[in-house]
T-cell receptor
Framework: DTGVSQNPRHKITKRGQNVTFRCDPI?????LYWYRQTLGQGPEFLTY????????KSRLLSDRFSAERPKGSFSTLEIQRTEQGDSAMYLC?????????????FGPGTRLTVL | DQQVKQNSPSLSVQEGRISILNCDYT??????FLWYKKYPAEGPTFLIS?????DKNEDGRFTVFLNKSAKHLSLHIVPSQPGDSAVYFC?????????????FGKGTLLTVNP
């Protein structure tokens, strides 16, 4: 399967714990995005990488959130001191720099539940 | 301030008929518009897109229409099939700049009845 993969698919944690999610983009895609989706809403942009450089961060991304993309390949999203409001689906997407309409291809997501 | 709006939370149609999903936007800087389909427990799947310089784009059973003056776009599915039942998201993007994020609407749940 050459699509975007995300691990884990589900994560249940207690409030105050740290969690880390991983995203493996489509291999030739140099842009990688993180989005968050809550119930009844569309995906909301969190952050964006071009190769290994993090070029944009949403104001939704508080200082408890950090994302990395070492060597421009896979990416990790870490949430420190989780809060119940962090419960959501975290989606990763990737695209080509030369994508005509900025088509982004999404992974299956990681569903986070904070108890 | 929601820049992309899908005002119909749900739509139900009969198999074989046309499904029309609507989307409005407020940001005149948007250059590209995309439709995604999402099944439960899966990520959104890219369906079709259109540039702001066009008013129609067609791909098989799916056609997207753009009315730039009204800041409105619609997705037509003809004929509708039960497998089309999913949540459909409208998304928009600004060309260039330092950010290529997609701005999504809240989605419309389409149910196609056999």
């Amino acid at each position: 399967d050459t699509g975007v993969s995300q691990n884990p698919r589900h994560k249940i944690t207690k409030r105050g714990q740290n969690v880390t999610f991983r995203c493996d983009p489509i291999s030739e895609h140099n842009r990688l995005y993180w989005y968050r989706q809550t119930l009844g809403q569309g995906p909301e942009f969190l952050t964006y990488f071009q190769n290994e450089a993090q070029l944009e961060k949403s104001r939704l991304l508080s200082d408890r959130f950090s994302a990395e993309r070492p060597k421009g390949s896979f990416s990790t999203l870490e949430i420190q001191r989780t809060e119940q409001g962090d419960s959501a689906m975290y989606l990763c997407a990737s695209s080509l720099v030369l994508a005509v309409y900025n088509e982004q291809f999404f992974g299956p997501g990681t569903r986070l539940t904070v108890l | 301030d929601q820049q992309v709006k899908q005002n119909s939370p749900s739509l139900s149609v009969q198999e074989g008929r046309i499904s029309i999903l609507n989307c409005d936007y407020t940001n005149s800087m948007f250059d590209y518009f995309l439709w995604y389909k999402k099944y439960p427990a899966e990520g959104p799947t890219f369906l079709i897109s259109i540039s702001s310089i066009k008013d129609k784009n067609e791909d098989g059973r799916f056609t997207v229409f753009l009315n730039k003056s009204a800041k409105h776009l619609s997705l037509h599915i003809v004929p509708s099939q039960p497998g089309d039942s999913a949540v459909y998201f409208c998304a928009a993007s600004v060309r260039g700049g330092s950010n290529y994020k997609l701005t999504f609407g809240k989605g419309t749940l389409l149910t196609v009845n056999p």
